[in-house]
């Protein structure tokens, strides 16, 4: 499933990913943001993994910020927008 979204004045965020058993699996956030330190894309797919399809988006947002280090910046996205791409995967694989 691939959803994508345009933060307002930030960067374009793109989310693939799968669903198995109800759970996001294979969660891949990519664009064009800039994020430091680069293992904060890594702890965002983590964050992802494993969660319910049917998460709304702030609860998606809330386990992506528990999962961002306070020293964790970034440009362009926020947890939120990140949510935002989630469940527009997800609209768009219930409708394929």
Request: glycine share 10%; charged share 20%; aromatic share 6%.
């Amino acid at each position: 499933m691939h959803g994508e979204y345009k933060m307002p004045g930030g960067k374009l965020v793109v989310v693939d990913l799968d669903v198995h058993a109800g759970q996001l699996c294979r969660v891949q956030v990519s664009g064009d943001f800039f994020l430091e330190p680069d293992r904060a894309l890594r702890d965002i797919n983590a964050a992802l993994e494993g969660l319910y399809a049917s998460s709304d988006e702030a609860a998606l947002a809330f386990a992506i910020q528990g999962a961002l280090a306070a020293d964790v910046l970034m440009y362009g996205i926020s947890p939120e927008a990140i949510a935002v791409a989630v469940r527009r995967a997800l609209h768009e694989g219930a409708q394929a």
